[in-house]
């Protein structure tokens, strides 16, 4: 993991060359563009690859962090549209299950009327 507190305490050599293949002199504006959840820590993966990326990309930091935000939202969004299906299946389910439950509850309640039982289960 590399945290916000280590990247504002690393060193001048590793700042240089942090610079050099950002462009960004804060090494801090650097974990922030690549934070865009907002975490204290990045994983070393996506610290790595961040910076391969703005080291590489000729679109500005700004254009890189909203990218990479839109790439989120769109995999939370997704993950949202499979979750209410699961939840919109749960849900036919458990009324399937009560019809169920109140067709029995009336055979019942019938059942014990035919015996001369009094009850009521409607």
Not at 18 to 33: G, K, M, R, W, Y
Not at 41 to 68: H, N, Y
Not at 71 to 76: A, I, K, P
């Amino acid at each position: 993991q590399v945290s916000r507190e280590e990247i504002t305490a690393i060193g001048s050599t590793d700042r240089d060359l942090l610079h050099h293949a950002t462009s960004i002199s804060d090494p801090l504006e650097v974990f922030n563009a690549l934070n865009v959840d907002g975490c204290e820590s990045l994983s070393i993966d996506d610290f790595c690859d961040g910076i391969w990326k703005l080291a590489t990309s000729k679109a500005s930091i700004e254009v890189q962090r909203m990218e990479k935000q839109v790439t989120t939202m769109f995999q939370r969004l997704k993950k949202m549209e499979t979750n209410y299906r699961d939840m919109s299946t749960s849900m036919r389910n458990m009324e399937r299950n009560q019809e169920n439950m109140q067709k029995m509850l009336a055979n019942i309640d019938l059942a014990m009327k035919r015996f001369g039982r009094a009850g009521s289960f409607s």
